[in-house]
Nanobody, 122 residues
Framework: DVQLVESGGGSVQAGGSLRLSCAASGYTYNRNCMAWFRQAPGKEREGVARIATGSGNTYYADSVKGRFTISQDNAKNTVYLQMNSLKPEDTAVYYC????????????????WGRGTQVTVS
């Protein structure tokens, strides 16, 4: 079974940093697309960043461009989201997800999801 386990969330003051991790198992890691999404209370799930695990190509939502960095450690089957210059509007539950094939940032395209990790910025 595909499993995605997020970690690294927490509470931080505005301007601070956090690094989220997503450990993946149960599928062929290096020919897929992994992404981070977030969902704030009362809002729709929003794509934040994605990485094509084979090529390493990345893409960011405009709202996080220049502040967040997605990266991967292929040896550990793990994807990271480094979040700097955090703002209160970044407060949300952050999810990692994986899809087979081409890389997008549309939630409905993704096949498997983690349970999420809370990020709170005050």
């Amino acid at each position: 079974d595909v499993q995605l386990v997020e970690s690294g969330g927490g509470s931080v003051q505005a301007g601070g940093s956090l690094r989220l991790s997503c450990a993946a198992s149960g599928y062929t890691y290096n020919r897929n697309c992994m992404a981070w999404f977030r969902q704030a209370p009362g809002k729709e799930r929003e794509g934040v960043a994605r990485i094509a695990t084979g090529s390493g190509n990345t893409y960011y939502a405009d709202s996080v461009k220049g502040r967040f960095t997605i990266s991967q450690d292929n040896a550990k089957n793990t994807v990271y989201l480094q979040m700097n210059s955090l703002k209160p509007e970044d407060t949300a539950v952050y999810y990692c997800a994986v899809k087979y094939g081409g890389c997008t940032l549309h939630a409905t395209d993704f096949n498997y999801w983690g349970r999420g990790t809370q990020v709170t910025v005050s």
